[in-house]
């Protein structure tokens, strides 16, 4: 690209109809450029931020982008060309699988707090493990650490807190029509237990392992390994555990 100082690896839209990148000029401020035009006066942008994330994202439908700037040593989203306020760090910046909806989770004072739609949401934590999207709705879902304690949210419905918690992978955590999800939290010393829709469900395990857990077709059974205290393998099959 020609008559910039540097340019950023472009980024392409799901589609790959539209392609956005980071442009330095000969001033040493950055703009954001598609097809040629130049939007934003920056003094730094912000390539990579927090969980590898790209710093320009285009929503699933690639009619709406989101990318991230710096201005005045903050960090600063903007949304469809708009300006956000600034925080001192941004991460998990994602669109809604219908692209309707915009999150991402900003430092403000030291603490952690959702932003949705450009509107803060008053839940502070001290640190942010996991947010991702409800597969079959638009629902968003995270896990806060505050006060050392561990709280699953869905729509702004807290469920906690935990000592711990263990996500299981999301394409076996639902069920096969998501209206079942599935996760292992820890309320004591080497006791996990496996929650449904938040409800706990069977006998403490000493380490169960998240990865190997399933729903039945129906949704109805669940299985998963666990690790004994003692070191051996067990299979739970709805509450059910065998060697």
């Known amino acids: 690209v020609e008559g910039y100082q540097t340019v950023s690896p472009p980024v392409f839209s799901q589609d790959g109809s539209r392609f956005g990148m980071f442009a330095r000029k000969e001033n040493e401020r950055w703009v954001y450029l598609e097809d040629g035009v130049e939007t ?23 009619q709406r982008i989101s990318y991230i700037v710096r201005k005045d040593d903050n960090m600063v989203n903007v949304l469809d060309g708009k300006e956000h306020s600034p925080y001192e760090k941004i991460a998990f910046n994602s669109f809604t ?19 949705y739609d450009g509107v803060e949401k008053n839940q502070f934590f001290d640190k942010i493990a996991f947010s991702w999207w409800h597969p079959a709705q638009n629902s968003l879902i995270y896990v806060g650490m505050r006060d050392n304690q561990w709280f699953l949210v869905e729509d702004n419905n807290e469920y906690g807190g935990f000592l711990d918690i263990k ?15 599935a996760f ?24 169960p ?15 998963f390994v666990l690790v004994e205290d003692e070191g051996g393998l067990v299979v739970d099959i709805d509450g059910e555990r065998s060697n």
């Open 40 to 62: 934003g006066d920056y003094e730094s942008v912000w390539l990579w931020h927090a969980r590898r994330t790209p710093g320009i994202l285009f929503s699933p439908d690639n």
């Open 97 to 115: 699988p219908d692209s309707s909806h915009h999150s991402y989770f900003a430092e403000k004072d030291d603490k952690y707090l959702n932003v």
């Open 167 to 181: 996500i299981i992978p999301e394409k076996t955590a639902y069920s096969k029509d998501a209206s079942l999800f």
């Open 184 to 207: 292992f939290g820890q309320s004591e010393e080497d006791k996990w237990s496996l929650y449904i829709n938040h409800e706990q469900k069977g006998e403490p395990s000493f380490w």
């Open 209 to 223: 392992l998240q990865k190997s857990f399933r729903f039945s077709e129906d949704g109805a059974k669940t299985a």
